[in-house]
């Protein structure tokens, strides 16, 4: 399902999905230019309890950081020419360790993210608006009690 939500709104949802995030999960943010993908990064490390600021990837693709209650793997793929060339910077080992990895740009590496993820989707609506779609891809069950639990099923 997808919802037009002010900024404030899809603050307040990024808050409550961070209460359900475990080990080992990995969320793909998908979207245009400046749609929102790092202020969302920005809001979930907070609420892990992460000290640091939120930087920009852009050198090796990843950042880490481990002062919050998990550690947390930001990837920034937007500028890679080749999917593969993730493997190279240990990209296994981020997605299948203990952290919870957020990819923005996933959709450029979809054919090599998980069985499981959460994806989230977002469209430009207007200047402090967007379309927000969340899923779980590959666990039906879950999305279903995620969406529930924060609040964005109908
Ligand atoms: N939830 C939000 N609350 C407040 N401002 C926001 C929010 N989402 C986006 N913005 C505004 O949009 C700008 C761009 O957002 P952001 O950098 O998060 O986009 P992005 O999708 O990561 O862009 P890029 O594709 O360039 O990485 C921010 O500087 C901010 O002004
Ligand atoms: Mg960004």
Aim: charged share 30%; aromatic share 12%; glycine share 10%.
């Amino acid at each position: 399902m997808k919802k037009n939500l002010s900024f404030g709104e899809i603050d307040e949802l990024v808050v409550k999905l961070s209460k359900y995030l475990k080990s080992g999960d990995v969320i793909s943010l998908e979207g245009d230019l400046g749609t929102g993908k790092t202020t969302i990064v920005q809001k979930i490390s907070k609420e892990l309890g992460i000290k640091e600021n939120i930087k920009s990837p852009t050198f090796n693709y990843v950042l880490e950081y481990n002062s919050g209650k998990f550690p947390l793997y930001h990837f920034d793929v937007y500028r890679i020419s080749d999917p593969m060339e993730i493997y190279e910077i240990g990209y296994e080992d981020y997605i299948y360790g203990e952290g919870v990895t957020i990819i923005e740009w996933g959709n450029i590496i979809e054919t090599e993210l998980p069985k499981e993820y959460i994806k989230i989707l977002l469209e430009y609506t207007g200047e402090e608006s967007r379309n927000i779609e969340v899923r779980v891809e590959g666990n039906r069950e879950r999305e279903r009690e995620l969406l529930k639990n924060v609040g964005f099923s109908n």
